[in-house]
């Protein structure tokens, strides 16, 4: 079974930063691009980043290129996003989810980033 | 990169079916057939339901299609049930390896 568990959300000021993780079980991990997708509080979807199954090609979406960083760490089955100088609009539900970047098959549960002073 | 338009709410009857469009421009839906839908219960993880404007993952009801004409993609739902009632968004590639989403759509089964 395909499985995606993110972590490492929660309560950070504004300039502050945060590192979130994707754990994956279920397949082939090194074989699959990876996204993050997330869900400001009532809004809907926006795709932030994408990386390849290397790793070697990085994607982002320019409301947060030079502030946040994907990668992935494809010998512990780990994506990862590194979250700084956030701001109180990077408030949202941060989703990981496989595939390309429009067409994510399997998505995790989602951890919450609230940033607020 | 501008969000896809979509309807903010449609409706529809059990049985009955119902058509989301997702307008986007020569740049993204327009562009390429490559064209996705979500489907996302509340407080729940979104779900693959099309993809490349009309395909249907395995597990997906034979209830959905997916369609596209010049810069609109459509994702229709017949037989409406009550398990449909949820939100709904499109998603496009954007070309330069990003993509774009919709707005999304509530869609009420009444």
């Known amino acids: 079974e395909v499985q995606l568990v993110e972590s490492g959300g929660g309560l950070v000021q504004p300039g502050g930063s945060l590192r979130l993780s994707c754990a994956v079980s279920g397949f082939t991990f090194s074989s699959y691009s990876m996204n993050w997708v997330r869900q400001a509080p009532g809004e809907g979807l926006e795709w932030i980043s994408y990386?390849?199954?290397?790793?070697?090609?990085?994607y982002y979406a320019d409301s947060v290129k030079g502030r946040f960083t994907i990668s992935r760490d494809n010998a512990k089955n780990s994506l990862y996003l590194q979250m700084n100088s956030l701001r109180d609009e990077d408030t949202a539900v941060y989703y990981c989810?496989?595939?390309?970047?429009?067409?994510?098959?399997?998505w995790g549960q989602g951890t919450l980033v609230t940033v607020s002073s | 990169q501008s969000a896809l338009t979509q309807p903010r709410s449609v409706s529809g009857s059990p049985g009955q079916s119902v058509t989301i469009s997702c307008t986007g421009t020569?740049?993204?839906?327009?562009?390429?057939?490559?064209v996705s839908w979500y489907q996302q219960h509340p407080g729940k993880a979104p779900k693959l339901m099309i993809y490349?404007?009309?395909k249907r993952p395995s597990g997906v009801p034979d209830r959905f299609s997916g369609s596209k004409s010049g810069n609109t993609a459509s994702l229709t739902i017949s037989g409406l049930q009550g398990d449909d009632e949820a939100d709904y968004y499109c998603c496009s590639y954007a070309g330069s390896l990003r993509a774009v989403f919709g707005g999304g759509t509530k869609l009420t089964v009444l």
């Open positions: 989810a496989r595939g390309s970047y429009h067409t994510l098959d399997y």
């Open positions: 990386t390849s199954g290397s790793g070697s090609l990085i």
């Open positions: 490349d404007v009309s």
């Open positions: 020569t740049s993204d839906v327009g562009a390429y057939d490559y």
